[in-house]
């Protein structure tokens, strides 16, 4: 009798301790949720928009069988009801249309995460009665949840910030080579035209080439570089031209 009621508590233990890890993990999963249609809601595009709200989609579809195990069924008919919004963002053809069902989605994804954070918080009293969790320390973990969701926001924010910066500099320094090399180009050509009037076998002014990895300088390095290459052209036509003279 002893033996059947050990193998009978450890039955009751071992499918709580399951129980347990599937809110975890649909926990995860709702905040992974969460955080895609954020992004989505703060998509300044609808490419972005749609992107954000798929992952966010495939997110909650993860999500559910580890609800369904976890048995929380208001979560579970949360995620429910963000698929279906998120579903009908990706045939949305204006970025309006599309944000409107992703608004309502990322305000159900908000509940649905608090709603786990309660299974988890029950399943936990049911493990030790003596440990209990006040409604408010329950907002704050929930509160917590959202701010490491903003944090990574912040994060990636920071980085498309770095990127969109240094492609900007980027297309600035292939402007400015561009520039200076029609001004050359242009300059060669008025200063050949005006040596063909010499009578005399004169040599062509030709433009340098430019260093490969002239675009890897900073704007500074690249002006200086072509002001040089204007001086010394400007030299040799002068040079040039002081032979139509003999």
Same mark, same amino acid.
Not at 184 to 207: M, Q, V
């Given at each position: 009798?002893?033996?059947?009621?050990?193998?009978?508590?450890?039955?009751?233990?071992?499918?709580?301790?399951?129980?347990?890890?599937?809110?975890d993990?649909?926990?995860?999963?709702?905040?992974?949720?969460?955080?895609?249609?954020?992004?989505?809601?703060?998509?300044?595009?609808?490419?972005?928009?749609?992107?954000?709200?798929?992952?966010?989609?495939?997110?909650?579809?993860?999500?559910?069988?580890? #609800?369904?195990?976890?048995?929380? +069924?208001?979560a579970? @008919?949360?995620?429910?009801?963000? *698929?279906?919004?998120?579903? $009908? %963002?990706?045939?949305?053809?204006?970025?309006?249309?599309?944000?409107?069902?992703?608004?309502?989605?990322?305000?159900?994804?908000?509940?649905?995460?608090?709603?786990?954070?309660?299974?988890?918080?029950?399943?936990?009293?049911?493990?030790?009665?003596?440990?209990?969790?006040?409604?408010?320390?329950?907002?704050?973990?929930?509160?917590?949840?959202?701010?490491?969701?903003?944090?990574?926001?912040?994060?990636?924010?920071?980085?498309? #910030?770095?990127?969109?910066?240094? +492609?900007?500099?980027? @297309?600035?320094?292939?402007?400015? *080579?561009?520039?200076?090399k $029609? %001004?050359?180009?242009?300059?060669?050509?008025?200063?050949?035209?005006?040596?063909?009037?010499?009578?005399?076998?004169?040599?062509?002014?030709?433009?340098?080439?430019?260093?490969?990895?002239?675009?890897t300088?900073?704007?500074?390095?690249?002006?200086?570089?072509?002001?040089?290459?204007?001086?010394?052209l400007?030299?040799?036509?002068?040079?040039?031209?002081?032979?139509?003279?003999?």
């Amino acid at each position: 009798m002893k033996n059947y009621y050990l193998l009978f508590f450890l039955i009751i233990t071992l499918n709580f301790n399951a129980q347990t890890t599937n809110c975890d993990e649909a926990n995860s999963y709702l905040v992974n949720a969460y955080s895609h249609v954020k992004d989505a809601y703060d998509a300044n595009n609808i490419s972005h928009l749609k992107y954000y709200a798929n992952r966010s989609l495939e997110a909650f579809k993860l999500s559910k069988k580890t #609800l369904k195990d976890c048995g929380c +069924k208001t979560a579970l @008919n949360l995620a429910d009801k963000s *698929i279906d919004l998120l579903a $009908k %963002v990706e045939n949305t053809e204006t970025y309006e249309d599309g944000r409107f069902f992703v608004k309502r989605a990322r305000d159900t994804a908000k509940v649905s995460v608090i709603e786990i954070d309660k299974c988890s918080y029950s399943n936990t009293v049911e493990t030790n009665e003596n440990t209990e969790l006040s409604d408010l320390q329950n907002e704050q973990l929930a509160l917590k949840k959202q701010q490491e969701a903003l944090k990574l926001k912040e994060e990636q924010i920071k980085n498309k #910030l770095a990127q969109q910066k240094e +492609k900007e500099l980027t @297309n600035k320094k292939a402007q400015l *080579i561009l520039s200076y090399k $029609k %001004v050359i180009a242009s300059n060669i050509k008025a200063y050949n035209d005006a040596l063909k009037i010499c009578d005399y076998n004169h040599s062509s002014l030709k433009e340098m080439d430019s260093p490969k990895d002239l675009s890897t300088k900073s704007m500074e390095a690249i002006k200086s570089y072509y002001v040089k290459s204007l001086k010394a052209l400007a030299s040799k036509y002068i040079e040039e031209l002081n032979l139509c003279n003999k």
